[in-house]
Every structure is written in structure tokens, then in C-alpha cells.
């Protein structure tokens, strides 16, 4: 039997002062937390080379790890080993008279398949058995396709998903080391990691929708190509958060790339494209507009005419010129970089501050400077509205949603000695 050490279980009591030594004085990366809530524990995986520390924090006094921290204070609590087969691996020990707490695999995180062995067989070590349904370092990329609602002065901010897409993680990165990036996004055979595409509802004096999505225009060649996964879209978690299609009087374009304008539009019973939003503006930067409607050879492949040209035909496009107030506490401001007129929305009502941030911070592993998406057209550009925009994040405490992120909908952007992390928002 082969097994392979996949992490250590670590009960936590404080979670700060063991930040304070993990992440600060031993300067490892924490990923985003993983809520088990049928455990009551939330997981900090810490990556430790091939194999990972998981910090283990209690989320209520009926935990598992509350109780064994209560008794015996905080340490080891676990290791789990990775194998090819659970239930071979059973049999394997039972033959052998080893004492097991599971006698059947019973399901874990991510798909997988776990069995704990009793402490009494492996010599007072609680031991973890663990098959992978899919390819091990995938399977602890945790995708969140939730609703989830922040409330921002008099607005409602609602995180909302049409799925998850897979982008080549060299693309994704730019110059950034594969060495240093998989870490933080595990990339699947084909080099791929996984993208969510969340965008952001927001409720005010109207009802505004930011970004949409891939939408469900494209073929199959192009869904295998990117790994499209939508069997829970905008549709689902737009209904889920009590919204029609018809709810929506703004839609407000970061960009035109297709993977955020894709659900602007929509295919009709009679094979005609029409705007997906029925009672919506839609409200594009006149720049942006115009580069998405010339497309080049370097951007064309990004551009796709049937999510937008549609909108103009209808007479239901608004081009802005310059950075202005959408709605009452919605701002846009152009970044550049990802795309000439890339712009971010900022977001502020009762003195709080939120932005949705596109393309310019991807996902919260895009944090530092110099993570920049070989995507960009204008990556030095980026990497000055990046700084700019992290400096004003850290003073203002502002709420950043991160659109592509499969795994954080949502956090606080810090800078400690220098060193930029997100801390994610509960
Ligand atoms: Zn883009
Ligand atoms: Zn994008």
C-alpha cells in the first residue's frame, strides 16, 4: 500500500497567535479558509512543500476541536495520509488487525473519500485515510458558487455566479514562476487552474448588476477548450437571491472580454440575440467599446461581437466618457492595463467602502505588485493602478470583491512589513 503524506491536522486555539507564528514569523502563505460547517471547524491550509499544515479552528463549542482542545489544549490532532484507494486500504488494515474508526469510506472535502484509523492501531496518532476523486492538488481548491450578501451603508451588495471557467495558469500569470504561482492555484493536466466568474449585484436607488458572466451562447469546442462548468449559473443564484432577470434597470460592463460581457446577451427562441436583462441599460465605457468593436489580433480571440454589437441594436447601450457616478454610490474608474479602458467600480455609502475590482485583481493570489496576468495589454499600466488602488484599499479598509476567485468571494487587502495579503471578509 502506498501512501503519501497529504497534510497535518494542527487544533488551534487562538487562531491569531497562530498567525502570528505560521504566516508571520515563519513567513508561510495561508490559504483561504475552508468552513466545514457540519464540523463546526474552519480549515487553514498552510502549504509546506509537497504536503500542507492545516490549522484547525473551532467555529462553535460543539466541535470536535473545541472539545479536544478543552481537554488536552492546542497540538497535533491529526495526519492525514493520501492513498490511491480508501476501501483497498481498509481492507487492507482490517486484515492486518488494525483498529479502524471507520469501517467504510465516508465523504470528505471536495469529493473525496475518507476513513479515520483509531488512535489505538497507529500508536496514539490520529490518522486520516484519504482518496482524491480528482487529481489530488485540484481537489483542494475549494469552489464557492454561494450567494452571499454584504450589507455597505444604505446598499446591498450581492456576490452572485454563472460558474467557473479555466484559464491556461501560465496566461494567468504572467511572468510569475509556475514554481510560485501553482501553489496558490493548482493547475489541472492540461495547465489550466479554475476561475469562478462572480459578478456583483448591487442595490440601491436601483438595481444594478455588474459584469454577467460567460452567459450560455458558446459551443461545446469552446466549453472543453475552457472548461466550462455552468450547471449552476447567473440563473440559479440570481433566482436564489429573490431576482429576475426583469429586476435589473443597470448593467454595468469592467470590460467586454467574454468571460465578464458573455451573459450581456441571450439567444431566443427564434435564434435572435437579444439583451438578457429585458428592462436593463447597459453601461459600457465608450473606449472599451470602442477597442471591443476593432478587435486586433491580439485581442480578438477575447472579444466576441454577440455579447455586445446586440445591445447597440437595440437601442439599449450607454456609452460613458470618463470616470462618473453610475447610481447614487457606484463610481466607475478606469484603470487600464488589463485593457485600455479596463475600469473598477468603487462603491460607497454611510462612509464604507467596497470595489469590484475585475480584472485588475483577479483573484486574491493577484494581490502582490507583480502578479500580473500575461493577459494584459498594458501590464506596467496595471501594475501602477494596482498599487494606487491597493494603498487607497488598505487605508480605507475597503470591502474588494475578487471576480474571478473560486475560492474567496470577498476580502481586506493588508500590508504588513511591506508584504500585501488578503484577509478574507467572514
Ligand atoms: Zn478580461
Ligand atoms: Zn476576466
Known sequence: MKATL??????VKDLAAALAFYRDALGLEIEAPEEVASQHV???FVPVGESKL????ATSPESAIAKYVDKRGPGLHHITLRVDDVRGAIAHLKARGARLIDDSPREGAEGSLIAFVHPAATHGVLVELKQSTVDSR??????????TRYGLGDLELISVCDGFIRFDGGAMFGVVPKALWEKQAPADARNRITLAMRPLVIRGARTMIV?????DKENDRFCEIYGVERARNLDHTLAEAGLAPEDIDIVLASHLHFDHAGGFT?????????PRFPRAQYVVRRGEWEDATHPHARNRASYLLDNYVPLADAKVLQLVDDDQTIMPGVKVRRTGGHTMHHQLIEIESAGKTAAFVADLMPTAAHAPDPWLMGFDLYPMDTLAAKNRFAREAVEKGTLVFFEHDPAMVAGYIREIDGKRSIQPAS
Open 6 to 11: 497529504d497534510h497535518i491536522g494542527i487544533a
Open 266 to 274: 441571450k439567444r431566443g427562441p427564434d435564434g435572435r440575440l437579444r
Open 211 to 215: 459584469d454577467a458572466g460567460l452567459g
Open 138 to 147: 485540484q481537489s483542494t481548491v475549494s469552489r464557492r458558487s454561494e450567494v
Open 54 to 57: 492545516e490549522l484547525l479552528e
Open 42 to 44: 474552519r480549515a487553514h
